[in-house]
């Protein structure tokens, strides 16, 4: 199975920030790296899918970038509403595997 | 509204079975594949299983191969998980989700349910 590492596991930003975080998967997975935002009781949310396509109705603060194995998303002024947890999938093979999350935390 | 529906979750021991269902409501999803995705309290997502839009195929997670199987019924608009011989540590949120596209599977899944708990405990 390819193994996502997403970094940092959390980080703590204040609205206004620009964060970023980065996802690292164990062998090249081309562009096939989809982005998720969850909240806490809530359903994943797709946010960026083919590395760098923004969904339809995201904000254009969020932005991915990346190919192979070296990935990252960015938010460029954070939010309130953006506090949550960011997950990266690989969508190169089955088994579809996830990072370990990243908590986005109120400073 | 676009919205998927998950049901039949619930409180079951280990060994025995349990049949999770997803509905669809405000679209019909039979040009999509759909999967099943869970998260152990306090855990992380954790893929389970696919089935194609018109059900000819579908793949698992090898934490439940041989235990679960993904089924859909299009006339139904309806996804399924047959969960059998139950443990401890499937114990977690079920969402069903559909792809973003067809049988392509490469770019995610965009539309998701609100999670059904399953809990295996004697």
């Known amino acids: 199975d390819i193994q996502m590492t997403q970094s940092p596991s959390s980080v703590s930003a204040s609205v206004g920030d620009r964060v970023t975080i980065t996802c690292r998967a164990s062998?090249?997975?081309?562009?096939?790296l989809a982005w998720y935002q969850q909240k806490p009781g809530k359903a994943p949310k797709l946010l960026i899918y083919?590395?760098?396509t923004l969904l339809s109705g995201v904000p254009s603060r969020f932005s991915g970038s990346g190919s192979g194995t070296e990935f990252s998303l960015t938010i460029s002024s954070l939010q309130p509403e953006d506090f949550a947890t960011y997950y990266c999938?690989?969508?190169?093979?089955?088994?579809?595997?996830f990072g370990q999350g990243t908590k986005v935390e109120i400073k | 509204q676009v919205q998927l529906v998950e049901s039949g979750g619930g409180v079951v021991q280990p060994g025995r079975s349990l049949r999770l269902s997803c509905e669809a409501s405000?679209?019909?999803?039979?040009?999509?594949?759909v999967h099943w995705v869970r998260q152990a309290p306090g855990k992380g997502l954790e893929w389970v299983a696919v089935?194609?839009?018109?059900?000819?195929?579908?793949r698992y997670a090898d934490s439940v191969k041989g235990r679960f199987t993904i089924s859909r019924d299009n006339s139904k608009n309806t996804v399924f998980l047959q969960m059998n011989s139950l443990r401890a540590e499937d114990t977690a949120i079920y969402y069903c989700?559909?792809?973003?596209?067809?049988?392509?599977?490469?770019?995610?899944?965009?539309?998701w349910g609100q999670g059904t708990t399953v809990t295996v405990s004697s």
């Open positions: 989700a559909q792809d973003l596209t067809k049988n392509y599977f490469h770019y995610g899944a965009d539309v």
């Open positions: 405000g679209f019909t999803f039979n040009d999509r594949g």
């Open positions: 089935i194609w839009y018109d059900g000819s195929d579908e």
């Open positions: 062998q090249d997975i081309t562009s096939y």
């Open positions: 083919a590395a760098s």
């Open positions: 999938q690989q969508g190169d093979t089955f088994p579809w595997t």
